[in-house]
């Protein structure tokens, strides 16, 4: 490749990995240059069989790359292929600049402190060679890999994580789902309030400039002498007007859900939105103990089995193992998800609990509720559709925003997903707290009517789990 085919001031070297994660991303660098490597491409080669979303993604690069090639002379790839012709199939993209493959072998000199000819070593071989031919270019190697990121600084290489997939800079500014109000809120947007009821429900409507900054299900409360709690129903950014309605009190002893009440005030206002035939979404983020599982667990029981609003609950979790793995399970895929599936069985217990009818009370109502209880494997959900069920996806938050996109889609008519994680726990390769899917979902989700999100904060498990939680 010669000096002069390089047309941009910036070339961006992928690594394998970027592919791999997203097959678009060979046009997500607008008006700059891309350059793979070789040995990418023999990567790409060897992981391209199987059913995993790594080999789709790998399998839908090779497509992409192949109808960029398409009727190209070896003349032509040698000056760089455009990208702007395919990234016209996505507005978004706004991709201009050049695909470049390396086409010939590159004398590259690296240090024999990285010995062997790994294909790490191989890629920054290539980059350090592309950065002696072309000096005025500002070269960049952007991979996902953070060994290879330190490895490219020792020798001198500017390299880059791969941030196109990053839903927000910082996670500290992940949507809360939940507002508390001024203490002068009622004096400066209750001039002009309207409030009234209708079955058996208290409504208000309200004007003020805070109302822009509300979206749709949005909880806003206020403590003190006169406190509220209630929920954004209706926006009118424009005319600066909502219509909220005050939340039901789960935290009534009287008022249970499968015989649990809530605990705290993000709790009731889980369990207000998982109650609520007219949201199809909810997403609950928050750490261990705070009592997702078990509300979600609770909300789906007494829609199912007492409300009849749904035909059954299916749950499915992605199946990371926290230590070593325990290896092929045998079974049905039923069975084979038993094992992934403990916080199922220990909410369970707590919710099977019965003051009467001893053990053959609790015997017949374990059976009853888990004839209603389906477990899923993630592998097999492609291609399906879900009609009025209470789906549950357990530790969302170790989910690409593809698949979580892959599993939401499967629901039907009459279908609800609650999806359930903690951010702070994320046990997939390559994800981090501002590229999980779990935090795509509830970005994206949360302008829509038909959704809600409550970050659960104080732990309800033991005393025990509620300090390790903060202090270890």
């Known amino acids: 490749m010669a000096k002069k085919e390089i ?33 990418v491409l023999e990567e790409l ?13 790998v399998r839908q690069v090779s497509r992409f790359i192949d109808e960029l090639t398409q009727d190209a002379t070896h003349e032509q790839i040698g000056q760089g292929l455009p990208l702007h012709a395919q990234s016209l199939a996505d507005a978004s993209f706004h991709a201009s600049g050049r695909l470049f493959f390396q086409t010939r072998a590159m004398a590259a000199q690296i240090p024999e402190t990285l010995p062997g000819s790994t294909p790490d070593n191989t890629i920054l071989a290539t980059a350090l060679a592309l950065q002696g031919e072309h000096p005025d270019a500002d070269l960049t190697l952007v991979s996902k890999d953070i060994n290879l990121r330190i490895k490219a600084a020792v020798l001198g290489l500017h390299a880059e994580d791969y941030f196109n997939d990053q839903v927000l800079d910082d996670v500290s500014l992940l949507y809360s789902g939940m ?46 002498d006169t406190p509220i709690q209630a929920i954004v129903l209706e926006l009118d950014h424009q005319a600066e007007t ?40 909810v997403s609950l983020v928050g750490a261990a103990g705070t009592g997702k599982t078990l509300l979600t667990l609770a909300a789906g029981l007494a829609q199912t089995l007492e409300d009849n609003l749904y035909k059954e609950i299916i749950m499915t979790r992605v199946t990371i193992p926290v230590g070593e793995d325990i290896g092929f399970l045998p079974g049905t895929e039923e069975e084979k998800m038993t094992p992934w599936m403990g916080a199922l069985m220990d909410n369970l217990e707590v919710l099977t609990r019965t003051e009467g009818g001893g053990d053959w009370g609790r015997a017949a109502t374990n059976d009853v509720i888990q004839n209603r209880i389906k477990l899923r494997s993630l592998n097999f959900m492609r291609g399906r559709t879900f009609l009025n069920r209470f789906i549950i996806l357990d530790e969302a938050q170790n989910l690409t925003s593809k698949q979580m996109k892959t599993l939401i889609t499967r629901a039907g008519p009459g279908s ?4 359930l994680g903690n951010i702070a726990q994320i046990d997939t390769p390559y994800l981090t707290e ?39």
């Open 7 to 39: 047309r941009s001031n910036r070339l961006f070297v992928l690594d394998t990995n970027v592919l791999m994660h997203d097959p678009t991303a060979l046009f997500r660098f607008k008006e700059h240059d891309i350059f793979l490597p070789m040995v």
């Open 45 to 57: 080669d060897r992981s391209k069989k199987g059913v995993s979303e790594v080999a789709r993604n």
């Open 179 to 224: 507002a508390e109000l001024p203490a002068d809120f009622w004096e400066s947007h209750g001039r002009e309030m309207e409030s009234w009821q209708e079955s058996g429900r208290t409504y208000y409507r309200v004007s003020g400039p805070l109302v822009v900054q509300w979206h749709p299900n949005q909880f806003i409360y206020r403590d003190g």
């Open 242 to 281: 909502a219509v909220i309605e005050l939340l039901d009190d789960y935290l009534h002893p009287r008022h249970t859900v499968w015989g649990i009440n809530a605990r705290n005030r993000e709790q009731n206002f889980a369990l207000n939105l998982l109650l609520d035939p007219e949201v199809d979404f």
């Open 416 to 419: 609800k997903v609650v999806a």
């Open 434 to 472: 501002t590229t999980s899917g779990l935090t795509y979902v509830v970005d994206r989700f949360r302008h829509w009517t038909h959704s809600g999100h409550v970050t659960l904060t104080r732990g309800e498990r033991s005393r025990l789990a509620d300090y390790a939680s903060r202090h270890l």
